[in-house]
Structures are given as C-alpha cells and as structure tokens.
C-alpha cells in the first residue's frame, strides 16, 4: 500500500495519467487509510464511482482534476430506476424492462460478487467491453443467447485472446446468474452459449540460464531485483511486487504470503535460493516493515506495468548485442514463473513440493497434497537443489500475431470519464 503519513493524518499515493498523486486523506487510522486507498483505485479504473463515500468521491474528484476529467453525473432516467429495490414483487411493473444498466448495479450490489477476488477484473470487462457494446440503456429481454454469441464473435474479431474473451463470458455469466437469483429473468443464457476457445493463448516458454543473464545485464538495477526473485522462487509477478519486510524471514529464508495475496486464495511460503539471500539482505535493509521492498526508478511502489517496457528494451538490446533468437522477443515478465516451473521439474523436484511453493488457482487440493505435510526444511531442500541451466531457449506461442489495435477500447476509459459520454457504468 503507498501510505504515507505526513502533518498528522494519512496521505494514498495513486498514479494517474502517468503522473504519481499524493493526496491526504485527513484519516489517522491506517485501516481505514488502506480501504480509501483501495476503493478510489478501484472506482479510477473501472469508472464506477456510485459506491462512494463523500471522502472517497472527493479524492477521485482531486484524482482526476489533475488530468481533466470529471466524475460524471448520472442520467436522470437511469437516476431514477437506480432506487427500485432488486428483484422487484410480482406485481409490479414488467419485471423484463431492466436495462443492463441498471442489471450490472444488482450484479455489483451482491454480497457474493462483491467479496469475489475478481470483482474488480469484472467491472473492468463491464465498463470497457459489455456496456460499450450493448449500450447501458439496451434491455434485458433483448441480449439473449444470439446477440452474445455476436458479441463473443466481435471481440474476437477485434483481436482479443481466447482468455481474455473468456474473461467476458465469465461476466456475463455471472451478471445473468445474479437476475436470476433475484427473479427477474427465468434462465440464464450463458448455460447455452458454448465455453471460448482459448487454445489461441497457450504458451510454452522456457527461458536458457544464458539468455536470461544476457537480459538481466541490461536491465535497471531495480527491475533487476525483481525478476530475479521471480526467476528463482517461481512467484508470481503480483505475489513479488506486494512484498515488504514483514513477508520475508531471512533467518528461515520463507517468504509467507497471505491467502489474500495469491492468486489461489491460500496462504503461501516461498523458500529463498541461497543465492538470492544477498538480494534480499539489500532490498530489506533500512526499510520499514510495510514499506514496498520493490520501489521502481522514481522512488514509488514498483508495478507489473513499470517493469514490462525495461524488460522489452533489454531483449532488444541483448538481441541487437549479442545476436540471441528473435525468439526472446515473445518472452514476457510472466514467463519467468514458466522457466522457473521448468527448472524445478528438471531439477527432480517432487511435484508435491513443486506445487507447495509456486501454487494452483485449482479450487480443491489434490489428495497428495491434502494429506502430505511440506515443511519449511522440505522446502528449503528443493529450492536449494535447483539448477538453472537445463538447455536453450524455447518458445511455443499458439498464436504469434500481434492483437490488432481496439480503437474502441482505447477510448472506452475516457468515454466513460465523462469526455463524450454522460453516462456512467455501475
């Protein structure tokens, strides 16, 4: 979390517009500092600023002063319908005249979509994809199985990934799921609309020990820090960029993480390479407990997106350099956890410690790993037995295309910000 305290009371650091803000919050309790932190975030990249406190609002309102934009007044027609209680009595009017709307802001209100690890990737989907599309006024009765399938079929032709569209199935499915949780529609579409193929996104990377040093040579020294530790502990780019000092035990050489910052919704302990220690030691020295340990080139809280162009300017320069494959130029941050998975199953890792220490978005554990305890000295064991060097560099992409640019979605944001647009997205 980029909290400050300063002229007693807590100050959130949000970049916006390319720009770092620092804005005070007038809170002197650092829980409630972390909750405005994450809602003003949250509504900044989803443009849904209706679930916000007046202080909450305010700070977007400063937020997005310093750019030119506006938090958008909400259309007098849809103003109204958005009082009307969800699922409305039998009674009443049509219960089939909802507009999407007015469906994404029952969806949003729900208890079970509003706890989900995804509900922000899910207002993202909405605000820049669905209700662009559909158009917030579109009603209910009339987006039905055809005109999904139209829209699948659009995005796909507009150059989306298999995954990515797979992202917007998942949205819809829910959205339709929760009106039919409240009785307003009868059947949920999407139990008709096929699962998207998203073989198109399978990637089959592994990264030689040559290359990636050639690569580390010309990066930063801070992104430096970072892909290492993602290149010998397997962790995710997420996982290593909310690390501080508290998540790491150099005595024990385990990095614990909490089921809140993995991506499986479970606790996690890492182990530390013995020749990583030293890189630790530098990065936790001097700083606070809570501060980030990865801080990028302007001194704030390193981000995925702030490492992804040095790393891409490195390749190019060790291809130029050092005559590497063009290969490598498909080779993202991400898939170092490929490469370090790779070394480990090499390495003779078992996979009960192997899936231990990089994790599963699988819901149930296998019965192996129900029952196995792993202890820190296993983990330990294997993360030290690790080698790196385990041949040349492989790269099996099933779709090599570059995504056509999405004129639409590059404007979407800042339609949604009140620049062309009155409405907002729920």
């Known amino acids: 979390m980029a909290l400050r305290w300063r002229y007693g009371n807590w100050y959130i650091r949000i970049r916006h517009g390319g720009k770092d803000h620092l804005l005070s919050t007038g809170l002197t ?247 990583l220690v030293p890189v630790f030691e530098e990065l936790v020295d001097g700083k606070a407990p809570d501060a980030p340990l990865f801080m990028s080139s302007r001194q704030g809280a390193a981000r995925i997106d702030s490492v992804r162009k040095p790393w891409k300017i490195a390749i190019e320069q060790a291809i130029s350099e050092k005559g590497l494959t063009d290969d490598l130029r498909h080779v993202t941050v991400k898939d170092l956890r490929h490469a370090w998975i790779t070394n480990a199953m090499r390495s003779q890792v078992t996979d009960i410690v192997r899936e231990a220490i990089v994790g599963h978005s699988l819901k149930k554990k296998t019965i192996e790993a129900r029952y196995i305890t792993v202890s820190d000295k296993d983990l330990l064991d294997a993360i030290d037995a690790i080698t790196f060097d385990h041949g040349k560099t492989d790269v099996h992409i099933a779709r090599l295309a570059l995504k056509k640019k999405n004129p639409a979605a590059a404007t979407a944001g800042k339609n949604l910000l009140g620049k062309s647009k009155s409405h907002r997205v729920a």
Request: charged share 35%.
């Open 29 to 275: 309790s650092k829980q409630e500092a972390k909750r405005t932190e994450k809602s003003v975030k949250s509504a900044i990249r989803s443009g849904d600023f209706r679930r916000l406190d007046d202080l909450e609002r305010k700070l977007c309102e400063q937020l997005l002063a310093c750019s030119g934009d506006a938090i958008p007044e909400l259309p007098e027609t849809v103003s109204k319908r958005s009082t009307r209680t969800p699922g409305p009595e039998p009674e009443e009017a049509d219960q089939y005249d909802l507009t999407l709307w007015e469906a994404v802001e029952i969806m949003m209100k729900s208890p079970t979509v509003a706890c989900s690890s995804n509900c922000e990737r899910h207002q993202q989907v909405l605000a820049h994809h669905i209700i662009p599309y559909f158009g917030p006024e579109r009603l209910i009765k009339n987006i039905w199985i055809p005109e999904i399938e139209l829209y699948l079929a659009h995005r796909r032709e507009e150059g989306a990934a298999g995954s990515t569209i797979g992202k917007d199935r998942s949205a819809l499915s829910i959205l339709f799921r929760e009106l039919v949780k409240h009785r307003l529609i009868e059947s949920n579409p999407m139990e008709f609309v096929g699962p998207v193929d998203e073989r198109d996104g399978e990637r089959e990377i592994y990264l030689s020990k040559a290359d990636f040093e050639a690569i580390v040579a010309r990066c930063p020294h801070w992104v430096q820090a970072i892909v290492l530790c993602m290149y010998m502990t397997g962790m995710r780019a997420n996982e290593a960029l909310v690390l501080t000092p508290e998540h790491v035990d150099l005595e024990k050489r385990i990095i614990r993480l909490r089921k809140d910052e993995t991506k499986e919704r479970r606790g996690k302990r890492v182990p530390i390479h013995k020749l």
